[in-house]
């Protein structure tokens, strides 16, 4: 079974701080997958990455196959980035998630 | 163009009662998940569909779960004989093409069970 684990597991930063956490698994994958949960809010997936980097917006979500590593950065943060995310991999069912990051920006 | 939705959004039980949760993928979705997400646990995969079928049921926590798909749409999860552990938030998902955890996945906003 894929164990993942995720990076710092509470962070709290200023607005406008450039925010990365990260995400480490055990086991090859094919593809990983990073999520975003507001409080009391439903679960919006942000990337799915197999290989490189993608960007939409002011995210950026990198993966490292070789290392079995992801990071998720945030530019020019913003209180209403304030979530968990949750890193989770894919495997030949359904996925297996890390146990989120709870991210708070300040204004 | 709905997404996917679950009824009930909360559910209120006495433990050792019978409950039903419903799950509407998207339309044309062929994959369908069930996953649990516990009062400070993070998720955890219960069953996935794959058109009616679930080819691998070890994921449900105990034999008083169990999860049907009809006619390739709506999925229900019941849970049997409810117990206090099984209070947590209830979420499906489904996908387009094969299951599995190569295609993004759409989640439902999820039923919060209590059981008293």
């Known amino acids: 079974k894929n164990e993942v684990e995720q990076s710092p597991q509470n962070l709290t930063a200023q607005e406008g701080e450039f925010i990365t956490i990260n995400c480490s698994y055990s086991?090859?994958?094919?593809?990983l997958h990073w999520l975003q949960q507001h409080p009391g809010g439903g679960i919006v997936s942000l990337f799915m990455l197999s290989s490189g980097k993608k960007k939409h917006g002011r995210l950026i979500a990198t993966i490292n196959i070789q290392e079995k590593h992801s990071s998720l950065h945030i530019t020019a943060s913003h209180p209403r980035d304030s979530a968990v995310y949750i890193c989770a991999v894919g495997g030949a069912d359904g996925l297996t998630f890390g146990k989120g990051t709870h991210l708070i920006i300040q204004p | 163009g709905a997404g996917v939705s679950q009824s009930p959004s909360n559910k209120v039980t006495e433990k050792g009662k019978d409950v039903e949760l419903r799950c509407d993928p998207i339309?044309?979705?062929?994959?369908l998940y069930w996953y649990r997400q516990s009062l400070g646990q993070g998720l955890e995969f219960l069953i996935y569909?794959?058109?009616?079928?679930?080819?691998?049921k070890s994921g449900l926590p105990s034999d008083r779960f169990s999860a049907e798909r009809t006619g390739g749409s709506v999925s229900t999860l019941t849970i049997q004989r409810t117990q206090q552990e099984d209070s947590a938030v209830y979420l499906c998902?489904?996908?387009?093409?094969?299951?599995?955890?190569?295609?993004?996945?759409?989640f439902g906003p999820g039923t919060r069970l209590t059981v008293l």
């Open positions: 998902a489904s996908s387009s093409g094969l299951a599995g955890g190569y295609n993004e996945q759409f």
């Open positions: 569909f794959q058109g009616n079928s679930a080819p691998d």
């Open positions: 086991v090859g994958i094919s593809a």
């Open positions: 339309s044309g979705h062929t994959a």
